[in-house]
């Protein structure tokens, strides 16, 4: 713990592993999925209301 004191005091970055490295890679990609998902699902629910106003009106 007193190395990472050291460290955030001197701005200086410590070197990750190579798993650390491939986690943050994944949360990076995970986080952008996400959104990916989010706003489709958004826009499948904005479109939907309106495909159902228009059946309704055939009716």
Not at 20 to 25: F, T
Request: no cysteine.
């Amino acid at each position: 713990m007193a190395h990472e004191k050291d460290t955030a005091q001197t701005g200086q970055k410590s070197k990750k592993t190579a798993a650390q490295q491939r986690e943050e890679r994944l949360k990076a990609a995970l986080k952008s999925n996400m959104g990916r998902r989010k706003a489709q699902s958004r826009a499948r629910v904005a479109a939907k209301p309106s495909a159902e106003s228009t059946a309704d009106d055939t009716k």
